[in-house]
């Protein structure tokens, strides 16, 4: 096969397979009334802790606009909380209310087992070279 119908081929593959992921990520935390970006949001606070509602959309990959009306059903459904930076009044943080973290002590493990679920045909090595080769096709791509 040539190398243009190969990386046609490999991409193809990386999206189906991208898709099958959001598929199964979605059905997973659908169980506990989430959707998976208030899961991503939520995933962030549980594992580094209270965040700029800034930063937030940048580190699960969300609009700005978005994430606003992310937060505030979060909000809504008493998992999160926002609060002022005392420093600077431009600067809101959003963490975890002790509900969204019990919520997430629940749920997470179980995630985890999921996701572990669909790499368990993969040995260490080849999720090493997996992760460094979709980060050089992922650098590559910014530059283009």
Known sequence: MELLNLNLRALT???RATDSLHEVIKKDVAQYGLNPTE???LELLYHRGKQPIQLIGKKVLIASSSITYVIDKLVAKKYVVRKACPEDRRVTFTELTDEGRRLMETIFPEHEKTIDEVFEGLDAA???AM???LKKIGYKAQEV
Do not use: C, R, T, Y
């Open 131 to 133: 992760i460094k080769s």
């Open 39 to 41: 899961f991503s949001v």
């Open 13 to 15: 593959v990386l999206v």
């Open 126 to 128: 080849e999720l090493n």
